[in-house]
């Protein structure tokens, strides 16, 4: 359960012990903050699409000498959904090898909340 164990450290001045000597730390376990998974499958699908559309741009001007236009619209479009797909999905990952629970949090306020 979530369960606090006191962990006690004295600091001696002088060979006295007094009361303000005692520092107490709670040391439990802390519940990690949940990553919202419905915002990083988002972010991964913008990323995997934009990913996509670069891939189809370069085909596009590859194979299509006639319209070199149709090429650029992709790459366009495709950078227009990896940018944001990419740097949310770092954050999210940065979120997920968090290694406190403060740490996490202060990542995760980072992003823009959807409703």
Request: hydrophobic share 40%; proline share 6%; with cysteine.
């Amino acid at each position: 359960m979530n369960e606090f164990r006191p962990r006690q450290s004295f600091e001696v001045h002088d060979g006295e012990i007094g009361e303000d000597d005692v520092k107490i730390e709670y040391v439990g376990s802390q519940a990690f903050p949940k990553i919202p998974i419905k915002l990083a499958l988002y972010s991964l699908g913008l990323f995997f699409t934009g990913i996509i559309l670069f891939i189809v741009g370069i085909v596009e001007e590859v194979t299509n000498f006639e319209e070199p236009s149709r090429g650029i619209a992709f790459w366009v479009l495709g950078s227009l959904t990896f940018i944001p797909g990419c740097y949310f999905s770092y954050i999210f990952y940065r979120a997920y090898r968090a290694k406190t629970p403060n740490e996490r949090l202060t990542v995760l306020r980072s992003i823009p909340e959807s409703n």
